[in-house]
């Protein structure tokens, strides 16, 4: 062992930054901005043009967040670590069915709807992304980071790189 390697931690990838700091990155993200939403259907009046803006970015932002995932966990599986992927799975039909409703309330222009909709479908939806994230955090504290080789995080790392740094 070189006087050098003490620098090199081997579950660091080559940016300086562990994968599990990075899916920590964007998992405070992705809860800082839902609650956010979530404090904006609580107050008085709404601004549903700001409201809407911020909702259709976090659902962007956590689309692209749910792609590297589920690729991170297929790249992990190949490497041996067995992931509980049916307990992590953020069901698409069910965000989709949710957020879609919400949408179409915001576009509708409806006060009285909107606001129906943002204390039910929209406060479920927050619960569920936040619970969602927790439950992930919970699993990936686990996975000895340290044990994967090399080629396994830099695989990992490369699937961070994608273009969704509008919240960031
Ligand atoms: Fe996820
Ligand atoms: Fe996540």
Not at 1 to 6: E, H, I, Q
Not at 94 to 103: G, M, T, Y
Request: glycine residues 4%.
């Amino acid at each position: 062992m070189s006087p050098l390697d003490v620098f090199e931690k081997p579950s660091r990838t080559s940016s300086g930054e562990e994968p599990l700091e990075i899916l920590r990155r964007e998992h405070a993200i992705i809860q800082k901005h839902i609650s956010e939403l979530d404090e904006m259907t609580y107050s008085v009046s709404v601004n549903v043009r700001d409201f809407s803006f911020l909702f259709k970015e976090v659902l962007k932002f956590l689309e692209a967040h749910e792609e590297k995932e589920e690729l991170m966990i297929e790249a992990l599986a190949e490497a041996g670590v067995e992931i509980p992927v049916d307990n992590l799975k953020l069901k698409h039909g069910e965000i989709k069915e949710k957020s879609d409703a919400v949408l179409k309330a915001l576009d509708g222009g409806n006060e009285e709807e909107i606001r129906s909709v943002l204390y039910g479908v929209c406060a479920e939806l927050v619960d569920r992304i936040k619970a969602h994230v927790l439950a992930e955090e919970h699993v990936f504290d686990k996975i000895d980071w340290g044990k994967l080789d090399k080629k396994t995080l830099d695989r990992i790392k490369l699937l961070q790189i994608v273009p969704s740094r509008k919240l960031l």
